[in-house]
Every structure is written in structure tokens, then in C-alpha cells.
């Protein structure tokens, strides 16, 4: 038995980095592998008004159900202006203890941080999320990169290729028959837009609903589960008729019957994504991708011959009308779309190499 501590700031929240990591731990099967999770509620952050978003219930609960063992951290504050990201007034070395473990698995942004610069003793695989930083840490056994581009990101400032790896992130996310929003929002026919996301205006993407705005009339609508304050004001300014918001929610079944509502996946993203789990839980239940270009383009290999990641608001309000008036197009990218979720992107084929990863990294 593989003794493991899994540790993450904010570890119980609802976002991509998060449920993917909550996703591995839940499912390593437990007669090779005993889990304590070591998380964090959310906390200020010292140097930046960001606010990492919070525990989430239902996420709790999906740990628990999966007999995971929830060690919770106190922490104050996250000081962004030490080069480690130092967790302010914290009781984590009351409660980690590293003669308990076989193993150290982290998700995390790649450079040197906090608690792990100071755990050296015990033998670790590093999930690494986030593009541009790395570091070189002895008893790293592994660095594991959810895409190609966050990986080559990861090298070119300086990580170790030779201990480096990539595991697309996937979902255990399972498309399934049941209701949907249609009769909620009398959409009846209507060829349905949209997309879901954190609520989180640093995100925004004027995208989507601007290209939106340029093919709406009565046969279309748009609707978002979640994002920033933002779209409903763009909604507005843009005078949309058919566009309609829902809550955030980690509910399975309130984001089932959205995803089921839907005739296209129209993503968005400011900063773009480091691959974009969000995506490919609409491509679970074959809808084609529409995005755009943007800093991070990780979300172009969770993609791929899905949909389209377009150069510009043009090409984009192409596509929608494309999607909306070409048939044998649709079926030719919803296909796709289905057949790369269920090959690259859903936990069948994906947590069997991180188990041997995690087994060859305790030995």
C-alpha cells in the first residue's frame, strides 16, 4: 500500500485544476493506494486582489463519497511577494508529517513554492497547471504537464525534460440521456450557443457573444452557466435577445442538463487555457468547439478536430453560422468531437498511466 499526501491550496474548489486533481484522487484505486488530501480553504492573497475560489460542497462531498481522507489546513493569507507564495499563519507542519508517507503528489503553477521548497525527505510527482515557470527539485520524480504547450512552456524556462511528462487532463465527466434547459428558457427548435465558466471577470472574453451578436434572430440563443459580471453587461450593451445566464453550480445534474441544452460548445477565454477541462466536458456529449486565439493555447490540443480555434472575431462568426447552416458540416465536427472525448480526454484512458507514474515514483 502507497501512502500518499496530496496537498493544494484551495484544494476543495470547483475549478479546472482542482476537479481534475480531486478526479485522480478519488479514482486511484484503493488497494494500492491510501490518500490523505491536505487542502486549504481560500485565502487572500498578499500582493493581489485575486481570490482563489472557495470549498465547494458539492466537490467536499465527491471526496468524501470516494473515501478520500480530508485533512483540512488553516492558512490566513497567501504572500505573493515571496518568490515561494509563503502561506501566511499556517498550521500545515502540525499536520503534515512527512515519516507518514510514501509519496508526495502537488498541483501546482512549476516554480519553487510553498510548502514543497521546504519538503525534500519524501519522494514527490508534481502536477504542474500552469505555463512559464518551472524549477528543479531533487525529489521530483516527475513532472506531469496536462498539454504539449504547457510542457514546452514548462522547458523553455528552464524545467528538466528528462523528468517531464504529459497526461492530458481528462474528466471522469459521463454524457448521459435526461432533461434539459429548453423547456426552462422556451427555447423549443432554436439552435442553441454557449458555453459555462468560473465567475470570474479576469476571464472575460468579448468574443463569443460580440460574434453572437452579428448572427442572432429568432432560430438562436446563447446561454452561460456561470462567468463573470461582464457578459451580462456586454448582453445589455449589445441588446441580446436570446441570451440567457444561469448560476454556477458543481452540481453533475444542473451541468448535464445545461451541456444537454446546447447545439454548439462557443468557449471563451481572455488569458486561454493551459488545456481547459470545461471544453471537454461539452465535447463528452459530442457538441463542436468554437474558440479564439489568446496568450495560452492549451485549449487547440483539447480541441482538435472538434471544432475550430479561430484567428479573429470573423472567422469566428463563420464558424457559428457554418455550425448553424451546414448539416453534414455539424455531424462531421460533432462526430469529432465525441470521438476525441472518448479517446484523449475522458479518465478510461488516461488514470492507468498516472498510476504507474505514482508506482514507479514510490519505489
Not at 448560476?247 to 481547459?276: C, I, K, M, P, W
Request: aromatic residues 12%; contains cysteine; charged residues 25%.
Amino acid at each position: 500500500m502507497i501512502k500518499i499526501a496530496a496537498i493544494k491550496f484551495g484544494g476543495l474548489a470547483a475549478g479546472g485544476t482542482e476537479k481534475w486533481f480531486q478526479t485522480i484522487l478519488a479514482n486511484l484505486p484503493k488497494d494500492k493506494f491510501e490518500v490523505d488530501y491536505l487542502y486549504t480553504d481560500s485565502a487572500p492573497y498578499i500582493g493581489s486582489n485575486w481570490i482563489h475560489p472557495d470549498t465547494d460542497p458539492d466537490r467536499k462531498q465527491y471526496m468524501l463519497d470516494n473515501k478520500v481522507n480530508l485533512k483540512h489546513v488553516a492558512v490566513k493569507a497567501k504572500n505573493l511577494y515571496s518568490s515561494t507564495h509563503d502561506w501566511v499563519d499556517t498550521n500545515f507542519w502540525e499536520i503534515y508529517n512527512s515519516k507518514k508517507y510514501d509519496l508526495i503528489v502537488s498541483a501546482r503553477a512549476g516554480h519553487q513554492e510553498y510548502p514543497f521548497c521546504h519538503i525534500t525527505d519524501v519522494p514527490e510527482v508534481a502536477f504542474i497547471t500552469l505555463a512559464g515557470m518551472s524549477e528543479t527539485k531533487s525529489n521530483v520524480k516527475k513532472y506531469i504537464h496536462i498539454s504539449k504547450f504547457q510542457e514546452q512552456s514548462w522547458v523553455r524556462a528552464g524545467g528538466d525534460a528528462t523528468r517531464s511528462d504529459v497526461v492530458f487532463l481528462f474528466t471522469e465527466h459521463k454524457p448521459y440521456s435526461g432533461n434539459n434547459l429548453r423547456a426552462l428558457f422556451n427555447l423549443d427548435s432554436k439552435f442553441v450557443y454557449g458555453m459555462h465558466q468560473r465567475n470570474d471577470d479576469n476571464i472575460f472574453s468579448s468574443i463569443p457573444l460580440e460574434a453572437y451578436s452579428k448572427i442572432e434572430n429568432e432560430d438562436t440563443a446563447f446561454i452561460i452557466m456561470g462567468g463573470g459580471e461582464k457578459y451580462r453587461q456586454q448582453s445589455k450593451t449589445l441588446n441580446l435577445k436570446n441570451v440567457y445566464f444561469l448560476e454556477h453550480s458543481s452540481n453533475v445534474e444542473s451541468l448535464n442538463s445545461f451541456l444537454r441544452t446546447l447545439n454548439v460548445y462557443a468557449h471563451g477565454r481572455a488569458d486561454g487555457e493551459t488545456y481547459g477541462q470545461a471544453i471537454a466536458e461539452g465535447m463528452s456529449y459530442g457538441l463542436p468547439v468554437i474558440s479564439h486565439r489568446s496568450p495560452n493555447m492549451g485549449h487547440v490540443e483539447t480541441i482538435g478536430d472538434g471544432g475550430i480555434v479561430c484567428d479573429n472575431l470573423d472567422s469566428y462568426v463563420e464558424e457559428m453560422k457554418k455550425l448553424k447552416e451546414n448539416g453534414e458540416y455539424y455531424k462531421f465536427r460533432s462526430d469529432n468531437s465525441k470521438n476525441r472525448f472518448l479517446n484523449d480526454l475522458s479518465i478510461d484512458n488516461n488514470l492507468n498511466k498516472i498510476i504507474k507514474i505514482l508506482e514507479q515514483a514510490a519505489l
